[in-house]
């Protein structure tokens, strides 16, 4: 095995009350890529298609996620790295996650797997800084790992499985303005009211709960997020009347992707999911802002070789 | 039936990262109730016994919860408390919120189950009121259903339980000092910064999903409180030498048992969990503190019938 050609789920971190430890992988939208092993040591990034993204190593998070994970095993060989990127970056539905993890993972596979997921989260990591200036794990992990993840702990990196209810679908709508991770981190507060942090708690203990019980209406009804969508879904056009549209439309819950501008939610069936995203284009179309949507599965799998 | 003879167990709140939102109920700790239904409308609180408590069903905890029972159901019969106190008031292991569990549910049952758990817990919660100034459920729960409790929320009420992994145990060791509930309250920063809480819910996250897939290790990891343990446990005298030696004889976890004194230990195993109480004794033993100890399985059942 000398080549490998793989899709990289695209992820929602967050999902509301989890901010940075939760995250989930979809289905039917995620970058494909292809990484062989070449013979001329080192990492090369041969051709990018579907965006403008730097062919440099060093300035191109899959160049160094791989760099991170070269630097911890002696090998006789190469790496030649194709993307061909699908998820826009920017989005919130991890890009740049997708292009760090899918690299490390096809690079340990073609290795005859020298590293377990902990060690492929933490080589996907330093993507994630490159990408935003923090090295936040909560897309990598659901991007190597499929379904929903949770982050317990950072130091040190403790990464929990959690199971995927069979009928859980997402849907994400993305408008088409940008919201840069890093300001959406500056404008969050550094102290929270402890009475708001008691409620988002016991919001996570909520829908872990839910999940692992598969009550679709416990889901629900934690997902909610005290803490940073007050303050985030401002940078949001819309965000409000979306997420309003989505409820009424029998989504389970709503809130912002990641550091947004995406907008997700979660729904129990596809039809429902498909009724969310008609609700949801029509608050966009309305406004005159332009969008894209996904109606996806949750992968349970991760990332997959085609 | 007209009178019941019950059980009705101690519960530890809180669980370290499940400040306000977790309990747990107890096996071998707990106080005995006599309520009988008798033709004389209204409540009376005939004897107590094991602990001097006020037999004003105002001012006791029993008798406010039963009102507010009352208050919403017409009912023929009156109800005469008996309480053979045995958990000490002040000891943090749910002393109030046993007597008020109790005499909801024993009235609930000879009145023929007109209301479900969740009324019962908002009545008991009553009693909490009157016992501290705050209506918190995260003792009553547990107490009346049994095993771990998650308060997800408050407004609305929403109660749910949580599997108990088949071998665990808590050890208890209460130092005879008193510390107050409100003064434990008071102490309390109204902020906390966002990292510590981000750490909090990460670990809530981990501790419902270790205690849904029985993995112990993962329950050991998530019982940490960056929150309120540092600020309470000054309260507490020996407290981090308890805690130590609890850990190094193979406890899971260590905290505060609600808002102590009490001090609390979960262990995989009966063996483990004696091995705990003998090096939390040995603290105590050492610098003169008197206590009492306890080691219990964790009660699934909540109130029994005796």
Same mark, same amino acid.
């Given at each position: 095995?000398?080549?490998?050609?793989?899709?990289?789920?695209?992820?929602?971190?967050?999902?509301?009350?989890?901010?940075?430890?939760?995250?989930?992988?979809?289905?039917?939208?995620?970058?494909?890529?292809?990484?062989?092993?070449?013979?001329?040591?080192?990492?090369?990034?041969?051709?990018?298609?579907?965006?403008?993204?730097?062919?440099?190593?060093?300035?191109?998070?899959?160049?160094?996620?791989?760099?991170?994970?070269?630097?911890?095993?002696?090998?006789?060989?190469?790496?030649?790295?194709?993307?061909?990127?699908?998820?826009?970056?920017?989005?919130?539905?991890?890009?740049?996650?997708?292009?760090?993890?899918?690299?490390?993972?096809?690079?340990?596979?073609?290795?005859?797997?020298?590293?377990?997921?902990?060690?492929?989260?933490?080589?996907?990591?330093?993507?994630?800084?490159?990408?935003?200036?923090?090295?936040?794990?909560?897309?990598?992990?659901? #991007? *190597?790992? =499929?379904?929903?993840?949770?982050?317990?702990?950072? /130091? !040190?990196?403790?990464?929990?499985? @959690? &199971?995927?209810?069979?009928?859980?679908?997402?849907?994400?709508?993305?408008?088409?303005?940008?919201?840069?991770?890093?300001?959406?981190?500056?404008?969050?507060?550094?102290?929270?009211?402890?009475?708001?942090?008691?409620?988002?708690?016991?919001?996570?203990?909520?829908?872990?709960?839910?999940?692992?019980?598969?009550?679709? #209406? *416990?889901? =629900?009804?934690?997902?909610?997020?005290?803490?940073? /969508? !007050?303050?985030?879904?401002?940078? @949001? &056009?819309?965000?409000?009347?979306?997420?309003?549209?989505?409820?009424?439309?029998?989504?389970?819950?709503?809130?912002?992707?990641?550091?947004?501008?995406?907008?997700?939610?979660?729904?129990?069936?596809?039809?429902?999911?498909?009724?969310?995203?008609?609700?949801?284009?029509?608050?966009?179309?309305?406004?005159?802002?332009?969008?894209?949507?996904?109606?996806?599965?949750?992968?349970?799998?991760?990332?997959?070789?085609?």
């Amino acid at each position: 095995m000398s080549v490998l050609k793989i899709f990289v789920p695209a992820t929602i971190a967050n999902i509301s009350c989890g901010f940075d430890v939760l995250g989930l992988a979809l289905d039917t939208i995620g970058d494909e890529m292809t990484i062989r092993k070449v013979a001329q040591k080192g990492i090369r990034i041969t051709k990018i298609t579907g965006q403008k993204l730097p062919l440099e190593i060093h300035k191109n998070v899959a160049g160094v996620a791989a760099l991170a994970l070269l630097a911890e095993i002696d090998t006789e060989f190469g790496f030649e790295i194709e993307i061909d990127k699908r998820i826009k970056p920017g989005s919130g539905i991890g890009s740049s996650a997708a292009s760090s993890a899918g690299t490390v993972w096809a690079i340990n596979e073609l290795l005859g797997k020298p590293f377990n997921t902990t060690d492929l989260i933490r080589f996907s990591m330093e993507g994630e800084r490159l990408a935003s200036g923090v090295a936040h794990a909560d897309n990598v992990a659901p #991007a *190597l790992l =499929g379904g929903f993840t949770l982050i317990r702990s950072y /130091e !040190p990196l403790d990464v929990v499985s @959690i &199971p995927t209810p069979k009928e859980l679908y997402a849907t994400i709508i993305h408008p088409q303005i940008e919201v840069k991770t890093s300001d959406a981190r500056e404008i969050l507060k550094t102290k929270v009211p402890l009475k708001e942090a008691i409620k988002q708690w016991g919001n996570v203990g909520g829908l872990i709960s839910g999940l692992y019980s598969e009550d679709y #209406a *416990l889901i =629900g009804r934690s997902l909610q997020d005290f803490i940073v /969508e !007050p303050i985030r879904s401002i940078l @949001i &056009p819309a965000f409000d009347a979306v997420k309003q549209q989505a409820l009424s439309s029998g989504a389970l819950g709503c809130g912002i992707s990641g550091s947004g501008p995406s907008i997700f939610a979660l729904s129990k069936g596809e039809d429902t999911a498909l009724k969310v995203a008609d609700a949801m284009k029509f608050v966009y179309e309305k406004v005159g802002i332009d969008y894209e949507i996904h109606v996806s599965k949750i992968n349970k799998q991760g990332i997959k070789i085609i």
